[in-house]
């Protein structure tokens, strides 16, 4: 699809892989690049940089100008914090981008948000007939719920030209949040199954994420859809952390905890934590059990039938970049590469 290409979040994780991407490809990039943040490799790669951010309506027409695809992958990640703060970003800011986006003839707004939005409870090959919950147990959660009801009240009411993906946990080079903490529960030996480690994981290597959204602009049947995105492989939780261990040459998780008592110090650690007004999440959360502990497989029939999608199995592939470039990254710095965030996002 040719056109200029708007990516907002395209210094984080997700976005700077879709700009890579899309510059490769040659097509035109624009960036929404929030003032403080480094804009040097964008910039390297020929990419048009808009300083601003959601909350800045001269930033976004100017953002928005001229472009034919907006992908949006800019939120507040995490499983801990006030939901306000997570409603101000992924809920108002998004708000902010669609009007801005109604004021000019795209072709294609793609929003990225997360199989997360599901019921806490384990899935066998849920699709997306099922309904969403109302109420969730974390706010980055119930805020991408709000997100997704806000993106299709604007194709419904407005005729936004507008497409839904619901990615699993997304792993690849530049994961700033999951994979470093994961690594460093690894080697501090912190980490145990919850239950038999057999359950399934809902993992998507970033290359075939980019991959479902290049489709997603490409396929008139994908406007106004929603669309179930993983590798499509099964990957048990005790699969993915001796891979993980292994590219990492670090040892597995050892022994394991029964989920029902995971679950029960999760309440009890969370209800403690808030009574204290703790900024930073206990180190076990409801979102982390459903994360480390629940079966999350997801059909993504829908995808393949609809898109064309076929995701490569990239697990050993994905893992070994992810775990290669933490390792330039603390060799660069002696201060651990871990987003800005309040914790890491345990809730895909």
């Known amino acids: 699809m040719g056109g200029k290409w708007l990516v907002t979040g395209a210094t984080g994780f997700i976005g700077s892989h879709v700009v ?12 929404l690049v929030r003032p403080a943040s480094d804009a040097s490799w964008l910039e390297s790669l020929g990419v048009e940089v808009v300083r601003g951010d959601l909350f800045e309506p001269a930033a976004l027409a100017q953002a928005c100008d001229g472009v034919a695809v907006i992908v949006h992958c800019a939120a507040r990640v995490g499983d801990w914090g006030a939901i306000e703060e997570y409603r101000h970003v992924n809920v108002q800011g998004l708000r902010n981008l669609l009007e801005a986006a109604r004021q000019v003839p795209i072709r294609r707004l793609i929003h990225l ?15 997306e007939t099922e309904p969403l919950p109302q109420r969730h147990m974390d706010a980055y959660t119930q805020t991408k719920v709000e997100a997704e009801l806000l993106v299709r009240q604007y194709h419904e009411q407005y005729g936004l030209p507008v497409v839904i993906l619901r990615p699993g946990f997304v792993y690849g080079a530049r994961d700033r949040t999951v994979l470093p903490r994961l690594l460093q529960a690894l080697e501090k030996r912190q980490l145990r199954y919850l239950g038999s480690g057999e359950q399934r994981m809902n993992t998507i290597y970033v290359g075939n994420l980019v991959q479902a959204i290049l489709l997603a602009a490409e396929k008139p049947q994908a406007i106004g859809q929603t669309y179930n995105l993983t590798d499509g492989e099964a990957v048990s939780k005790r699969r993915f952390f001796e891979t993980l261990a292994r590219v990492a040459d670090l040892p ?31 180190k076990l959360t409801r979102a982390r059990v459903k994360f480390l502990g629940l079966n999350l497989h997801f059909s993504i029939e829908k995808a393949r039938r609809e898109l064309g999608y076929e995701p490569e199995p990239a697990l050993e592939k994905g893992l070994r970049e992810a775990v290669a470039w933490y390792r330039r990254q603390q060799s660069a710095s002696p201060t651990p590469a871990v987003a800005e965030t309040s914790s890491a996002t345990y809730s895909a």
């Open 252 to 282: 597995p998780p050892q022994g394991s905890v029964p989920r029902w008592l995971a679950s029960l110090l999760a309440a009890g650690m969370e209800t403690w934590a808030r009574w204290r007004g703790d900024s930073q999440p206990p």
């Open 20 to 31: 890579e991407t899309l510059v490769a490809r040659g097509q035109s990039v624009v960036a």
């Open 113 to 127: 948000s997360s199989l997360g939005v599901y019921e806490a409870r384990d899935h066998y090959g849920t699709d």
